[in-house]
């Protein structure tokens, strides 16, 4: 054992930390700038984050809407690692503010009205009889560490196929926290070794995923994220953000314990999402498009892509960037107990096993989790 852990600590040295999500090297010369959502920090302020390469400053403009075009607020200067932040005002009606440098533009955001509720979550979103919900979870993951209090990293389990697996590490090279996103990595090792205490035999992949196991769980109510993943078209990657029954209050076994997959992405598949509901003792006998999973929701690989849960004793309704993607009303008792939140990069299985195409490392970048009730 002494011998065994003396090897993992020499590969894991080796390793290269994750880059910084969406950073380019000091000698790129392609501008990019990203803008990150608005944050709310009082009934008149909002405060507007990003990251820009090549430029050490950014033009912060608001859209005009009686001018029909954009207008320059101000100018901000970055840091030495790129990231930039400023406040912009809440007024009487949402505003969008996008930042630029050079030929570089970002996304547009929104920055909520005065008069928009809000609390931790941001703007409060509208239930369908027009009251608002009410925020449980939000997590932004700023800082540089992870929230231990809210996230436990898993060690115990691998993934990928039965040649082909990552063991699950707690360490920095798959799981780490910075620029104000999660950062969850599958790599190769440069000396195969055992996982999981020796659980499982010699492998050089190791990954990154995390669950708020006995630390977080609820039972209905609407979850968001926020990902992106690494663009590639051949086999071999695959991405979840899902929801497993709390063992606190469930002794069922699976899959009639229920799982609900609110977004599995699959490199084999470059521009899909697939969310699928686990259910009934011979989990409805297999995929049914349109009651258990969807093949049709839209999700290009390498941008950030929104998954949006909505959740009651009588419904399960599926987003994929404001899209609906599935709905399933069968109020199974599966789905009426508390759930925790997981968030996973794996190798692939079956057609989409890892065949050493798709590069890697490969990164599942999480901006944000929400929740509501």
């Given at each position: ?38 944050r ?75 008069s ?14 027009g ?23 898993q ?29 969850l ?11 999981a ?15 708020t196991?006995?630390l977080?769980s ?12 690494t ?16 063992d ?49 929701c ?30 399933n ?34 990164t ?10």
């Amino acid at each position: 054992m002494r011998k065994m852990l003396a090897s993992l600590l020499v590969a894991i040295t080796a390793l290269t930390p994750p880059p910084s999500a969406g950073a380019e090297s000091s000698a790129a010369t392609k501008v990019r700038v990203r803008l990150d959502a608005p944050r709310t920090v009082d009934h008149d302020t909002a405060r507007l984050r990003g990251k820009v390469t090549g430029r050490d400053a950014v033009s912060i403009q608001r859209y005009a809407v009686g001018r029909g075009r954009w207008i320059r607020v101000k100018r901000v200067r970055v840091n030495r690692t790129g990231v930039f932040t400023t406040t912009v005002p809440r007024t009487g009606r949402w505003q969008r503010y996008r930042a630029t440098a050079g030929p570089a533009v970002s996304v547009p955001r929104r920055v909520p009205a005065a008069s928009d509720p809000v609390d931790a979550c941001g703007i409060r979103p509208r239930r369908t009889d027009g009251s608002y919900w009410a925020c449980t979870l939000a997590e932004n993951f700023t800082g540089s560490e992870l929230n231990r209090e809210v996230w436990m990293p898993q060690t115990f389990f691998r993934s990928g196929s039965d040649t082909t697996w990552a063991c699950y590490l707690d360490h920095p090279s798959v799981l780490s926290v910075h620029d104000g996103a999660l950062h969850l990595t599958v790599r190769r090792l440069p000396v195969p070794l055992p996982c999981a205490g020796g659980r499982f035999a010699l492998t050089p992949y190791v990954a990154g995923s995390v669950a708020t196991y006995r630390l977080f769980s609820q039972q209905y109510g609407r979850l968001e994220a926020r990902i992106k993943n690494t663009a590639t078209t051949a086999p071999g990657l695959q991405e979840s953000f899902w929801l497993w029954p709390d063992d606190r209050y469930n002794d069922e076994p699976w899959p009639a314990a229920g799982e609900i997959d609110i977004a599995e992405t699959y490199s084999q598949f470059p521009d899909l999402a697939v969310p699928y509901l686990h259910y009934t003792e011979n989990d409805n006998g297999g995929p049914i498009p349109g009651l258990n999973t969807a093949w049709d929701c839209t999700a290009q690989r390498g941008v950030f892509n929104t998954y949006t849960l909505q959740w009651s004793a009588t419904l399960l309704e599926i987003r994929v960037n404001g899209t609906s993607c599935l709905v399933n009303t069968s109020g199974d008792p599966a789905f009426r107990k508390p759930y925790i939140i997981a968030l996973t990069q794996l190798l692939g299985t079956g057609a989409n096993e890892y065949d050493g195409r798709a590069p890697l490392p490969a990164t599942m970048t999480v901006d944000y989790v929400k929740v509501w009730e």
